[in-house]
């Protein structure tokens, strides 16, 4: 009877997120994985090259599906402004909504990209991440000046200073593991520290 494979890889995949969730990515070890998973190195090996690609496998979706989810918030903020819609429209949707509807059906694969990345290319993951914000804000200001709003006229590092608090303050309660009820309560406390400011720097106030 010929072996199950899906069955096996979700098994192995169950092992690897739990090993490297309880120990991080440097102090994992294939041999813990395989016993976790009931199988040998060997048979391991047959469905991942190495340990890094057992980690992209738990992350790598994940930083897709944000990526893209920020690529769709600022491309549809983009044709807002173009189709003259109003103010509560254009920032109706922020980061916060992201941390809702990306990161927390993801939250364990979260945990691993914020606290057991060290080692892997996903290290220096909230500081890339906010670099690349930065400059899509720096483009959506200047692009929001030209359509006639007052947005603030600020600097990379300034902004690069007021992002990182923000997308830190975001991925905080994921980090430490709080309750739904607990992210929820944070997160829009959240929204209501930052998002006056925003709109500021923006010109919408």
């Excluded at 600022?74 to 109003?86: C, P, Y």
């Excluded at 930065?134 to 600097?155: C, H, M, N, T, V």
Aim: net charge negative; glycine share 4%; hydrophobic share 40%.
């Amino acid at each position: 009877m010929p072996r199950d494979k899906t069955l096996s890889h979700i098994k192995v995949n169950k092992a690897i997120k739990e090993e490297f969730l309880e120990k991080g990515f440097k102090a994992a070890s294939i041999r813990s994985i395989g016993a976790r998973a009931g199988m040998t190195s060997a048979g391991l090996y047959r469905h991942y090259a190495d340990k890094e690609a057992m980690f992209d496998a738990m992350v790598e979706p994940l930083v897709e599906e944000i990526k893209a989810w920020t690529l769709r918030h600022t491309e549809g903020k983009q044709r807002l402004v173009e189709a003259q819609a109003k103010k509560s429209d254009i920032f109706g949707e922020s980061f916060v909504d992201m941390v809702r509807e990306v990161i927390l059906p993801r939250r364990d694969e979260f945990r691993l990209l914020m606290t057991c990345s060290a080692g892997t290319k996903y290290e220096n993951f909230i500081h890339e991440y906010a670099l690349e914000n930065q400059k899509q804000l720096l483009e959506a200001i200047r692009y929001f000046r030209e359509k006639g709003y007052p947005a603030s006229d600020i600097d990379e590092e300034e902004l690069h200073m007021l992002l990182s608090a923000y997308l830190t303050a975001c991925f905080e309660p994921i980090v430490h593991d709080c309750d739904e009820a607990m992210i929820d309560r944070y997160l829009s406390t959240i929204q209501d520290f930052f998002m006056p400011g925003w709109l500021k720097i923006m010109g919408f106030k």
